[in-house]
């Protein structure tokens, strides 16, 4: 924590007074920082801003939060009207550009899923903190955008199932990039706040598309054109993402764990903490499947569920589900699964999470 606030406090102190952090900065002898082109008043402030918020939930400490909304209001007034959602990647990775560019035919700005993404979360944040609903409805309109780049179909020209995957930005052909794993939980956060199924159901199919693309023998029949060819030293490793090139055929080589099979598992280890592998939210009347199964039909009342649950394929070592809920009013709740009684259950124990064998 100590070497998070002492990075917040220089990211304060690095601040513009438009509100922006610049991408780029050189800090000189006497420890003052200048700001160094491009992307210097940008939608990467969002990222800085994201972690201000988030420090300020670890640490209380009001200036990190205060920096946190001007970083907000900068975004509002600033970004959203233009639409200039603008990364370094976006401009000095793989789709190489000046900055100012325009598609010279539409005159659309290029466009990355980063800054959405930091954008919505530091949003939701800060309308954690306080409950303004210019904040909420900003970060909901960045979700929407994000969403644009989500894959809600099966493309039939690719050699892989895209469900549920993200793209990385409007001038590249990236498919199912790793970046998906850390969209879904943002989505999965984002249905606490507005109760919207869709946005949590669309988290998990993002959660479960960032394994579609790891090396598994299993995965065959899912990915066939990203197994060809795999070795032994392969298994479990992941390429960035699919088509990169322009054409249906896996990108070249793997990238180091942590981006792709190391975000997808945790990712995946986070959403459990939180969710379990059964969710249901009694307040709303939602169930979800998140890992190893789906739900086929829920009926939630205020003092029991009675579901029908589809197991997904799981290996026979696959340890019992865990299945948590959150808005339970009763003191017992009662669980009824595919027309087995599973007795009642306190309402702490099912916050931490009940243990179920798969039906």
Not at 162 to 172: A, E, I, K, R, S
Request: include cysteine.
């Amino acid at each position: 924590l100590d070497r998070c606030r002492a990075l917040g406090d220089f990211l304060v102190r690095a601040q513009l007074p438009s509100g922006a952090i610049p991408t780029f900065v050189r800090v000189r002898r006497d420890g003052s920082i200048r700001p160094e082109p491009p992307l210097v008043e940008s939608a990467s402030s969002a990222a800085p801003g994201m972690f201000l918020a988030l420090l300020h939930e670890s640490s209380g400490d009001p200036r990190h939060l205060e920096a946190a909304g001007r970083v907000a209001d900068f975004l509002i007034e600033r970004v959203f009207p233009l639409n200039v959602w603008h990364d370094s990647e976006l401009f000095f990775s793989c789709s190489e550009k000046r900055p100012g560019w325009r598609d010279a035919r539409t005159g659309i700005p290029p466009q990355s899923t980063f800054p959405l993404a930091w954008t919505a979360e530091l949003m939701r944040l800060l309308w954690l903190a306080t409950r303004s609903d210019r904040y909420l409805d900003h970060g909901r309109a960045a979700l929407d955008l994000l969403l644009l780049y989500q894959q809600a179909w099966d493309a039939p020209f690719l050699g892989f199932t895209t469900t549920g995957g993200f793209g990385v930005m409007n001038t590249d052909a990236e498919w199912s990039d790793a970046r998906q794993a850390q969209f879904a939980t943002l989505l999965m956060d984002w249905y606490d706040v507005t109760g919207e199924s869709e946005l949590f159901h669309r988290g998990v199919a993002a959660l479960r598309s960032s394994f579609t693309l790891m090396h598994l023998e299993e995965h065959r029949g899912l990915a066939p054109g990203n197994t060809r060819p795999i070795g032994l030293q392969d298994r479990g490793a992941e390429p960035e993402n699919y088509g990169h090139a322009g054409y249906d055929a896996k990108i070249v080589g793997n990238v180091l764990p942590d981006w792709g099979s190391g975000s997808a598992a945790s990712s995946t280890a986070l959403a459990q903490a939180r969710w379990g592998d059964l969710y249901l939210d009694v307040g709303r009347g939602g169930a979800f499947g998140i890992d190893g199964c789906r739900v086929t039909r829920a009926s939630i009342g205020p003092g029991r569920a009675d579901l029908a649950v589809e197991t997904l394929r799981r290996s026979p070592h696959a340890p019992p589900l865990t299945v948590k809920a959150s808005g339970v009013a009763a003191v017992r709740y009662a669980l009824r699964v595919n027309g087995i009684d599973l007795g009642t259950h306190d309402r702490a124990g099912l916050e931490r999470g009940i243990t179920m064998e798969a039906p």
